[in-house]
T-cell receptor, first 112, second 112 residues
């Protein structure tokens, strides 16, 4: 199993640009989530999904959209990038919401 | 807000036991204590979790006090590869309490 994969590993955007961070898992996990981690801080939950077709907001959802059309994929869209969104983004998945979560390697995003 | 308090940093000699404390004085009866760690800038890795009984797995032991207001993660024989930030997380099982809320964790430095 590849586990949780994220692309790209690094990205630089200009203010106002949009982009999609990709996340995929091959473990047939129902629960997937997106976190961001700012320097020296813990992870903060952006959005999550308990299954295909179902998404919900986390702690810091503003400026981000998600969709879950398949069990495997959970892309995160930045609608209009801002410097405050410079961060490392982690995707995670688990069999169910209360099970141990497996994290991807992260995407390091810089917004200029 | 994180519902736990951890020391910001600790040191441990290689080969010795690392004991990482966590206070969670407001924990409620159906909330679990989870431990994750983050090595360098990788995605967090699940270590162990428990409700009220002590738990042990191949990575660590978790000791929870009888009143459940604090716990200790024990790495029995720390190695240099255990250098990481360790997060203690209190997590419920019902909607709005079942999310992983990361604090700033304890930075464990294992030295030769």
């Amino acid at each position: 199993n590849a586990g949780v994969t994220q692309t790209p590993k690094f990205q630089v955007l200009k203010t106002g640009q949009s982009m999609t961070l990709q996340c995929a898992q091959d473990m047939n996990h129902e629960y997937m989530s997106w976190y961001r981690q700012d320097p020296g801080m813990g992870l903060r939950l952006i959005h999550y999904s308990v299954g295909a077709g179902i998404t919900d907001q986390g702690e810091v959802p503003n400026g981000y959209n998600v969709s879950r059309s398949t069990t495997e994929d959970f892309p995160l869209r930045l609608l209009s990038a801002a410097p405050s969104q410079t961060s490392v983004y982690f995707c995670a998945s688990s069999y169910q919401e209360n099970n141990e979560q497996f994290f991807g390697p992260g995407t390091r995003l810089t917004v200029l | 807000d994180a519902k736990t308090t951890q020391p910001p940093s600790m040191d441990c000699a290689e080969g010795r036991a690392a004991n990482l404390p966590c206070n969670h004085s407001t924990i409620s009866g159906n909330e679990y204590v989870y431990w994750y760690r983050q090595i360098h800038s990788q995605g967090p890795q699940y270590i162990i979790h428990g409700l009220k009984n002590n738990e042990t797995n191949e990575m660590a032991s978790l000791i929870i006090t009888e009143d459940r207001k604090s716990s200790t993660l024990i790495l029995p024989h720390a190695t240099l590869r255990d250098t990481a930030v360790y997060y203690c997380i209190v997590r419920g099982i019902s909607y709005n309490t079942d999310k992983l809320i990361f604090g700033t964790g304890t930075r464990l430095q294992v030295f030769p």
